[in-house]
């Protein structure tokens, strides 16, 4: 099996001088294509940081992040904008684009992807909101949305540019018991699918049980990787 | 990547998300309508200024023209001895010269009683001086001792001459001299005169006693079919004194111009308020687009964590900017003409909406929401993903 993701001695701080803050400390972890790894921990342990890292959002320094087979340690724009294209991201709150609807936002995915043509986006973008059960609801804006709903449109949109790794931030913390637990087994159920790997930062314990692995990280460590 | 990727798509964001918000895509417009419209009439009463200021020279039938070196503009005229008209017949291109005599003087409403001032043009009837059919027609009534003709375009404030003739109370007073209005023709008013009249060069000095017929205004000198102005003009000024000026007909066009443009500080107001209004038209649209990007930040984060390029937001903000010009030009430009024609029907001054004119405001407008687009994108840089989650 190979690794998608390959991070090793990671070390991140905020701030500078006197008031160094650091965050991570040495992470070494090696995710695997097709693996579905949580990442839990108290909050304020770094794991979002991690995330944004990984994400190509934050730049760091110290130590070595391979993601795809790029190398995001003191990397360039470029390189970080490669990484993200490749990347499907599911943010904390849904983060809809709220003018545009359902369909619009999925379809902003693939409009990075100049091969194909408008129609074949939005039949894509269709086919994406129909798996995650909103096929009814193309045509609606995100206030029209309940927040259950919202996420799955946000996880279509991770999910239609047929991304390689798929990076969730506490998916399931604006949500009800039901819808988030809803959300992440569509997550995994269209993942395994397409052998997506996924990257699940939370501290909701209850979907860990849709976890190939589960790792924890408390005050920039890694307790069991 | 190809061309309908780069420009089409964050278009159609920008697109949407103006649309979205009603309130605010009807504010901004009606902001952009606003620096429009004001653009459209400063320009409108700018030109309309000018254009009058050359009514009447426009309407002279001549090839060369001689005025004072002195003289700012014609209805200010300094005059100059006749003579001097004279020895351009000397020169084998020209053909023949007439004199023509000006002077402002108040001219009595016939129903009111009440004096306002016009200009009074003097010349030889048979001289065709005016390219006016009207003029030419009445040149035998206008040798006739103290007849004048009236121009319609005059303000209402003259009275209603063409009732008055119709009715038969055709006399009045100018410069106090009783004359007889023997018809009219149309000329049109300027900034320096509300009304005019044209008479003979003998009833001129009728009514302007302290006149004399050797002090004349402007020559005007007609040349042989076939002879070069330009080349006369080079050999006149050689053979006249250099008291006189020596113009063509776009130079005398011009020369009128130039005294409102430069002179007078008329051209600056208008100049003037034409950039007021495009600065308040780029505040508007700034403020707008500031405050668009700072509500739309957590979306161009999002955007930019799922991979899109600073670019692309700049395309985005400078295709709102676009928009807005294009949104609030369009009932701008339909309000300005309905406000040309008020203004024409109001000041009888001819406002013609022009081409030119059109795609000069639309140039202004759209470089005062670009600019706005310039100042508001270093906003962009607030939206910075890791900074977001």
């Given at each position: 099996?190979?690794?998608?993701?390959?991070?090793?001695?990671?070390?991140?701080?905020f701030?500078?001088?006197?008031?160094t803050?650091?965050?991570?400390?040495?992470v070494?972890?090696?995710?695997?294509?097709?693996?579905?790894?949580?990442?839990?921990?108290?909050?304020?342990?770094?794991?979002?940081?991690f995330?944004?890292?990984?994400?190509?959002?934050?730049?760091?320094?110290?130590?070595?992040?391979?993601?795809?087979?790029?190398?995001?340690?003191?990397?360039?724009e470029?390189?970080?904008?490669?990484?993200?294209q490749?990347?499907?991201?599911?943010?904390?709150?849904?983060?809809?684009?709220?003018?545009?609807?359902?369909?619009?936002?999925?379809?902003?995915?693939?409009?990075?992807?100049?091969?194909?043509?408008?129609q074949?986006?939005?039949?894509?973008?269709?086919?994406?909101?129909?798996?995650v059960?909103?096929?009814?609801?193309?045509?609606?804006?995100?206030?029209?949305l309940?927040?259950?709903?919202?996420?799955?449109?946000?996880?279509?949109r991770?999910?239609?540019?047929?991304?390689?790794?798929?990076?969730?931030?506490?998916?399931?913390?604006?949500?009800d018991k039901q819808?988030?637990?809803?959300?992440?087994?569509?997550?995994?159920?269209?993942?395994?699918?397409?052998?997506?790997?996924?990257?699940?930062?939370?501290?909701?314990?209850?979907?860990?049980?849709?976890?190939?692995r589960v790792?924890?990280?408390?005050?920039?460590?890694?307790?069991?990787? | 990547m190809?061309?309908?990727a780069?420009?089409y798509?964050?278009?159609?964001?920008?697109?949407?998300?103006?649309?979205?918000?009603?309130?605010?895509l009807?504010?901004?417009?009606?902001?952009?309508?606003?620096?429009?419209?004001?653009?459209?009439?400063?320009?409108?009463?700018?030109?309309?200024?000018?254009?009058?200021?050359?009514s009447?020279?426009?309407?002279?039938?001549?090839?060369?023209?001689?005025?004072h070196?002195?003289?700012?503009?014609?209805?200010?005229?300094?005059?100059?001895?006749?003579?001097?008209?004279?020895?351009?017949?000397?020169?084998?291109?020209?053909?023949?010269?007439?004199?023509?005599?000006?002077?402002?003087?108040?001219?009595?409403?016939?129903e009111?009683?009440?004096?306002?001032?016009?200009?009074?043009?003097?010349?030889d009837?048979?001289?065709?001086?005016?390219?006016?059919?009207?003029i030419?027609?009445?040149?035998?009534?206008?040798r006739?001792?103290?007849?004048?003709l009236?121009?319609?375009?005059?303000?209402?404030?003259?009275?209603?001459?063409?009732?008055?003739?119709?009715?038969?109370?055709?006399?009045?007073?100018?410069n106090d001299?009783?004359?007889?209005?023997?018809?009219?023709?149309r000329?049109?008013i300027?900034?320096?005169?509300?009304?005019?009249?044209?008479?003979s060069?003998?009833?001129?000095?009728?009514?302007?006693?302290e006149?004399?017929?050797?002090?004349?205004?402007?020559?005007?000198?007609?040349?042989?079919?076939?002879?070069?102005?330009?080349?006369?003009?080079?050999?006149?000024?050689?053979?006249?004194?250099?008291?006189?000026?020596?113009?063509?007909?776009?130079?005398?066009?011009?020369?009128?111009?130039d005294?409102?443009?430069?002179?007078?500080?008329?051209?600056?107001?208008?100049g003037?308020?034409?950039?007021?209004?495009?600065?308040?038209?780029?505040?508007?649209?700034?403020?707008?687009l500031?405050?668009?990007?700072?509500?739309?930040?957590?979306?161009?984060?999002?955007?930019?964590a799922?991979?899109?390029?600073?670019?692309?937001?700049?395309?985005?903000?400078?295709?709102?900017?676009?928009?807005?010009?294009?949104?609030?030009?369009?009932?701008?430009?339909?309000?300005?003409?309905?406000?040309?024609?008020?203004?024409?029907?109001?000041?009888?001054m001819?406002m013609?909406?022009?081409?030119?004119?059109?795609?000069?405001?639309?140039?202004?407008?759209?470089?005062?929401?670009?600019?706005a687009?310039?100042l508001?994108?270093?906003?962009?840089?607030?939206?910075n993903?890791?900074?977001?989650?």
């Open positions: 099996m190979s690794a998608v993701i390959n991070v090793h001695d990671l070390n991140f701080s701030g500078s001088g006197a008031l803050q650091p965050v991570l400390k040495n070494t972890i090696s995710i695997y294509k097709g693996e579905i790894v949580l990442m839990t921990g108290p909050s304020g342990s770094g794991k979002t940081t995330l944004t890292i990984i994400g190509g959002l934050r730049q760091a320094y110290h130590g070595s992040v391979v993601v795809l087979d790029q190398q995001l340690i003191n990397s360039n470029q390189v970080k904008v490669k990484v993200r490749q990347i499907g991201y599911i943010f904390q709150q849904h983060n809809l684009l709220k003018s545009l609807t359902a369909l619009q936002n999925v379809c902003m995915t693939l409009e990075m992807q100049n091969s194909m043509t408008e074949q986006r939005l039949d894509r973008a269709a086919e994406m909101l129909r798996a059960g909103l096929g009814d609801r193309l045509n609606y804006k995100p206030d029209q309940s927040a259950g709903q919202r996420q799955r449109v946000s996880i279509a991770a999910l239609v540019g047929r991304p390689q790794i798929v990076l969730a931030d506490e998916p399931t913390a604006s949500l819808s988030g637990h809803e959300a992440v087994a569509i997550l995994k159920r269209l993942a395994k699918e397409s052998q997506t790997t996924i990257l699940l930062v939370t501290h909701d314990y209850r979907i860990l049980d849709i976890a190939d790792v924890e990280l408390e005050d920039g460590v890694i307790k069991n990787a | 190809n061309i309908t780069w420009f798509f964050p278009a159609r964001l920008a697109w949407r998300q103006l649309i979205f918000d009603r309130t605010k009807i504010a901004a417009t009606c902001g952009v309508l606003f620096a429009c419209m004001l653009v459209f009439m400063q320009l409108g009463f700018r030109d309309s200024l000018y254009a009058s200021a050359a009447a020279p426009i309407k002279l039938n001549g090839d060369l023209f001689l005025v070196k002195q003289s700012e503009a014609m209805w200010r005229s300094i005059p100059f001895k006749r003579s001097e008209l004279m020895r351009a017949l000397g020169n084998p291109a020209v053909a023949e010269v007439y004199s023509l005599y000006l002077a402002l003087a108040p001219f009595k409403n016939i009111t009683q009440v004096k306002r001032t016009l200009m009074v043009y003097g010349f009837p048979d001289s065709m001086i005016f390219d006016i059919e009207d030419q027609n009445k040149r035998i009534e206008l006739l001792k103290d007849t004048v009236f121009d319609e375009y005059s303000r209402p404030e003259f009275g209603p001459v063409r009732p008055l003739l119709e009715a038969g109370r055709n006399g009045t007073e100018i001299y009783k004359v007889i209005i023997t018809g009219l023709f000329l049109g300027s900034f320096a005169a509300d009304g005019n009249v044209v008479t060069d003998l009833n001129f000095m009728r009514i302007f006693p006149r004399s017929l050797s002090n004349i205004d402007v020559g005007v000198i007609r040349l042989h079919p076939g002879s070069s102005a330009k080349q006369t003009q080079a050999e006149l000024s050689g053979q006249l004194n250099e008291f006189v000026n020596i113009l063509t007909y776009e130079e005398l066009l011009q020369h009128e111009k005294y409102w443009a430069n002179m007078a500080p008329i051209g600056f107001i208008f003037f308020g034409t950039v007021m209004g495009l600065v308040v038209g780029l505040v508007i649209v700034y403020q707008i500031f405050t668009d990007i700072t509500n739309h930040r957590n979306e161009f984060a999002t955007l930019k799922m991979g899109y390029e600073h670019g692309y937001f700049i395309r985005v903000v400078f295709a709102s900017a676009f928009f807005l010009a294009l949104l609030g030009f369009i009932p701008g430009y339909v309000l300005s003409v309905g406000l040309y024609h008020l203004a024409e029907s109001q000041i009888f001819p013609p909406m022009t081409f030119s004119k059109v795609i000069t405001v639309f140039t202004f407008i759209l470089s005062m929401c670009a600019m687009g310039f508001a994108i270093h906003k962009l840089k607030a939206a993903p890791a900074d977001m989650f």
